[in-house]
């Protein structure tokens, strides 16, 4: 079992400054061929019958580090955390079986709706396999200056560079991806720069009015490497799987929650 997880534990690497992280796989499993081959005349020799071995002899290798310790989107160090494990924790027939069995019985409780989103979520989620981390949006637009805008156009940006994201069950603020980061900051960063025209004002100019080491000048100041097209339409069947669920819910009144506890009098 230990072998079986050295390539889905990986380390994170983490940028000190910005949303960007890399993971860093322990090692990878190779099967020893000469090894199989023994296996193989072994039985072959009790039994007269050519038989593969049911789990092949494999080795495993430490990987070395395939990426700078620099981080590409604003020059900052990466830190080292972890291990974690990348394989999936959700079992997608089991997701599918409680969803129809919910939905089966969601006249019997008032919170199935708030059930089948979040379940409706987790489906979703299924889209990008062996993601256990996301990201947050709301301090990527914070860290450039720019003004947050519609989901369909977040989807649809990322799809037009060939990847996928979807919202978390759990928090509309963070995303999963199986885009590179750079990828996500780049949009974000070509929808800035399209504002700011719109706007008449001059991006670079803007840009030298940061100080001269903060955050948003470093960012903004590296060049556009994936280029979204914000009018990029997603295939019909791309288009269902986005659809939006009403699965984050707001507080039905102010000050809504647990109250003081109750005090008797005597």
Same mark, same amino acid.
Request: with cysteine; net charge positive; hydrophobic share 25%.
């Given at each position: 079992m230990c072998k079986e997880d050295i390539e889905a534990t990986k380390l994170v690497y983490q940028c000190s400054s910005c949303q960007n992280f890399k993971f860093?796989?322990?090692?990878?499993r190779k099967i020893i061929e000469e090894d199989e081959? @023994?296996?193989?005349?072994?039985?072959?020799? @009790?039994?007269?019958?050519? &038989? %593969? $071995?049911?789990? $092949?002899p494999k080795k495993s290798k430490l990987?070395? !580090? @395939?990426?700078?310790?620099? +981080?590409e989107i604003c020059d900052e160090e990466f830190v080292v955390g972890g291990p974690i494990l990348t394989r999936d924790i959700h079992q997608q027939k089991f997701v599918d079986e409680l969803k129809e069995l919910v939905s089966g019985v969601k006249d019997n409780f008032k919170t199935s709706k708030r059930i089948l989103n979040t379940l409706t979520g987790i489906q979703l989620e299924f889209q990008i396999p062996n993601a256990p981390l996301s990201i947050d949006v709301s301090h990527i637009q914070a860290e450039i200056k720019c003004p947050a805008f @519609?989901?369909?156009?977040?989807?649809?940006?990322?799809?037009? !560079?060939?990847?996928? +994201?979807? &919202?978390?069950?759990y928090n509309p603020n963070l995303w999963k991806t199986d885009a590179p980061l750079q990828a996500f900051y780049d949009v974000y960063k070509s929808f800035w720069f399209i504002l700011m025209e719109k706007e008449g004002k001059d991006p670079k100019t803007i840009?030298?009015? =940061?100080p001269e080491d903060s955050? *948003?000048?470093?960012? !903004?100041?590296? *060049?556009?490497v994936y280029k979204p097209d914000f #009018?990029? #339409? $997603?295939?019909?069947?791309? %288009? !269902?799987?986005?659809?939006?669920?009403? &699965?984050? =819910?707001?507080? *039905?009144?102010s000050h809504w929650g647990p109250r003081a506890r109750a005090v008797g009098k005597d």
């Open positions: 860093h796989q322990f090692g990878h081959k @023994k296996f193989k005349r072994k039985v072959k020799a @009790k039994t007269g019958k050519s &038989q %593969k $071995p049911k789990y $092949p990987t070395h !580090l @395939k990426f700078s310790n620099i +981080c @519609k989901r369909k156009k977040v989807i649809n940006s990322i799809a037009s !560079l060939g990847f996928k +994201c979807v &919202q978390t069950y840009i030298e009015e =940061f955050k *948003p000048r470093r960012i !903004l100041s590296k *060049p556009i #009018e990029f #339409e $997603p295939k019909e069947e791309d %288009k !269902l799987k986005q659809k939006q669920r009403g &699965q984050y =819910f707001v507080n *039905p009144e």
